[in-house]
């Protein structure tokens, strides 16, 4: 008996880790799941939960992959005593971040190079690891969240706030992901191995 629960547990093994797992690219349009197109002063941000459809043995990167245009604010600088605004009003750029939780987090800025006019962007940032190494993410599901943000300093204030445009927004996940054929391998294997367990428990 021993011989033929030895014998099931190689041929898990071989079968299983033969291929059990392949390098795969996961995408998720973030519209799908109503991501707004517009963020600014008075609508921030937004979040949502997501689930890929799929787990990863082990994930390589994590990217947001999206285009827009941002127009920059306005600003005027303040009096450091009295702090009442000196100066005329300068354009100056606000950004837009994608974030999954501390410290995965990326950000884009600009506006204020073009301002009044919109400048436009169609980036590929990637969201950095931090420790964890993406150990949050293996099973697929997460949260995300894109938002607003402003330069903030004591003696700044803004005369008109800017303009987040975001045309196209996508997840995108790099990663090795199981075989879905060596997943049912292996519970066929683990199945047969828990029989001949069984079996050998009613024959004492």
Request: charged content about 15%; hydrophobic content about 40%; aromatic content about 12%.
């Amino acid at each position: 008996m021993k011989k033929n629960i030895t014998g099931v547990i190689t041929l898990v093994l071989v079968l299983g880790f033969a291929g059990m797992a392949d390098a795969d690219t996961v995408e998720l349009d973030l519209f799908g799941l109503g991501c707004p197109t517009e963020f600014n002063w008075y609508n921030p941000y937004w979040q949502t939960d997501f689930d890929l459809g799929t787990g990863f043995i082990e994930i390589s990167h994590v990217y947001i992959d999206w285009s827009g245009q941002i127009t920059a604010a306005l600003a005027q600088e303040l009096d450091s005593q009295s702090l009442e605004p000196i100066g005329e009003p300068f354009p100056i750029g606000v950004g837009c971040y994608a974030s999954m939780g501390y410290p995965h987090r990326t950000e884009i800025w600009g506006g204020q190079a073009t301002h009044p006019v919109p400048e436009p962007f169609d980036l590929l940032s990637e969201i950095p690891p931090g420790t964890s190494t993406w150990s949050d993410l293996l099973d697929g599901q997460g949260s995300i969240t894109i938002g607003y943000t402003e330069v903030v300093g004591p003696y700044l204030r803004y005369v008109e706030h800017g303009l987040i445009d975001i045309s196209s927004a996508t997840l995108i996940v790099e990663g090795i992901v199981p075989e879905p054929a060596s997943i049912f391998l292996l519970a066929v294997g683990v199945f047969g191995l828990r029989a001949k367990y069984l079996s050998h428990q009613l024959k004492k």
